[in-house]
Structure formats: structure tokens, C-alpha cells
Nanobody, 125 residues
């Protein structure tokens, strides 16, 4: 199983950024694929994910309306569109995949099946 995240970088507050997670090595059905993030000195937290079977999406409450997760199954890629970025969005963003339903990701990162390497997102104010 491989998860390859890309798209991070330095961006000004208020601007947008799109992260991509290319996945391979597992059957797409019945997985939740999405993103966690970890800011310096803080715990890793769930950002957003999508259930690959029903295309149901889940978001951290604080991010609803600004972030959008989507999947392109033909390209085996999950995207995270981040709009109106704030300095507090600065973190390393990790792509993840798990057989648990996405509605359970709010419980935290423990028990997540697969992780990709993180991509740094820095928002300057």
C-alpha cells in the first residue's frame, strides 16, 4: 500500500491550496481515505476524509465550509481543496487510508491502517 501526498507549500493567508494523495496497492472499495494534520507542539488531528464506496465525506467541525475533500477514482487520487487559509492551518498534512468508516476518524490517528509521508503547509499572515 502506498499513499503519496503532494501539493503543500507556502501560501499567504486568505489564499487557496490543493493537496493530492495518490494511492495504490489496495482495492478502493470500502476504505476511507483522507487527511490528518499535525501542527508544531500539537497532536495529530483528523481534517477530512471520504468513504470510497458511498463517497460520503467527513470534516473536522472547525474546517467545514473552507475545506473540501474529493476523489478521482480513475486516477486513484484524493484531493483536499483548502480555501481561505489561515495561519492556524499551518501544519504537516498526512494522507491516510483506513478500513474504518470515515465517521470514526474524529477519534484520532491511533489505529489508522495506512499513512503516507506528510506534506508541509505553511500559511503566512
Amino acid at each position: 500500500v502506498q499513499l503519496q501526498a503532494s501539493g503543500g507549500g507556502l501560501v499567504e493567508a486568505g489564499r487557496s491550496l490543493r493537496l493530492s494523495c495518490a494511492f495504490s496497492g489496495f482495492t478502493i472499495d470500502d476504505y476511507a481515505i483522507g487527511w490528518f494534520r499535525q501542527a508544531p507542539g500539537k497532536e495529530r488531528e483528523a481534517v477530512a476524509c471520504i468513504n470510497t464506496s458511498e463517497r460520503t465525506t467527513y470534516y473536522a467541525d472547525s474546517l467545514k465550509g473552507r475545506f473540501t475533500v474529493a476523489i478521482d477514482a480513475a486516477k486513484n487520487t484524493v484531493f483536499l481543496q483548502m480555501n481561505s487559509l489561515r495561519s492556524e492551518d499551518t501544519a504537516v498534512y498526512y494522507c491516510a487510508a483506513d478500513t474504518k468508516d470515515g465517521s470514526l476518524w474524529y477519534r484520532g490517528p491511533n489505529g489508522i491502517d495506512y499513512w503516507g509521508k506528510g506534506t508541509q503547509v505553511t500559511v503566512s499572515s
